[in-house]
């Protein structure tokens, strides 16, 4: 308040020196009567008063960006990535899961570990069961951005997951493109009774989840040919394979 005061105060009386001067009334030494901050606290108050704003702003967006960067530089490095989306209830189980799909993954970037990154979306809502419509929107949302950039390539679904990805424009591969057969066995490799599914611990499940691997011939030319594109999938297949060969 006692700054505002002081601000006002200053300003009036350069106003009134103006308006003397134009009429003639005071000299053009008087009328430069304001002095501005002299001391370096004057300063920095006068400088706070008229930028705070600008500081605090810029501040959160600093920790915001250091924050992201942080998480980037910090992200775990996976081998492979499976992504779970089912109207079933399985959030929480990706550290159940995950040491499944581990067992049979390979050193892919040689750092001396064999990690496969688990991802689980909840869809819709099963028979009984109460979902807010924005906690619903907001699991569609999320999964829709996870496959925006089209580097995962193996999904674990059901039939709303499945619906929801191909409504998107997602296409998946025959299975027998992986099983070696000459007929064409559908693009799911469902998991019931198999030992994939006793491995990864969904030997319960139902016979209502199934693999899919996404169709990396129905992807644009331009991530078609770009090399980064190109090794995660060779990987991603490859890992694919070794999965199915172990439900065969």
């Not at 706070?48 to 967006?61: E, S, T």
């Not at 089912?86 to 067992?103: D, R, T």
């Not at 892919?108 to 619903?136: C, H, M, T, W």
Request: charged content about 30%; hydrophobic content about 40%.
């Amino acid at each position: 308040m006692t700054d505002l005061k002081k601000y006002n105060k200053e300003r009036q009386e350069m106003i009134e020196a103006r308006r003397q001067k134009a009429e003639g009334t005071i000299s053009e030494a008087q009328a430069v009567a304001y002095i501005g901050p002299q001391t370096p606290k004057e300063k920095m108050e006068n400088f706070w008063y008229h930028y705070k704003w600008f500081v605090v702003v810029g501040v959160a967006l600093a920790i915001l960006i250091t924050i992201v960067a942080i998480q980037m530089f910090n992200r775990p490095e996976f081998d492979a990535s499976v992504i779970v989306a089912s109207e079933k209830s399985l959030e929480g189980l990706e550290p159940l899961l995950e040491p499944g799909f581990e067992g049979i993954v390979e050193d892919y970037d040689q750092n001396g570990e064999r990690r496969v990154e688990v991802s689980i979306f909840k869809l819709g809502a099963e028979e009984g069961e109460v979902v807010s419509p924005q906690v619903g929107q907001m699991n569609y949302a999320k999964l829709t951005g996870r496959v925006t950039n089209r580097k995962d390539f193996i999904f674990l679904l059901d039939e709303v997951g499945y619906d929801f990805l191909t409504n998107l424009g997602m296409e998946f591969e025959d299975v027998s493109a992986f099983t070696g057969s000459d007929e064409s066995q559908g693009d799911r490799f469902f998991l019931e009774g198999t030992t994939a599914a006793q491995q990864i611990h969904f030997q319960n499940t139902g016979e209502d989840l199934f693999l899919c691997f996404a169709d990396f011939d129905t992807y644009p030319e331009k991530l078609k040919s770009d090399p980064e594109y190109q090794k995660i999938y060779e990987i991603q297949r490859e890992y694919f394979e070794k999965l199915i060969a172990s439900v065969s």
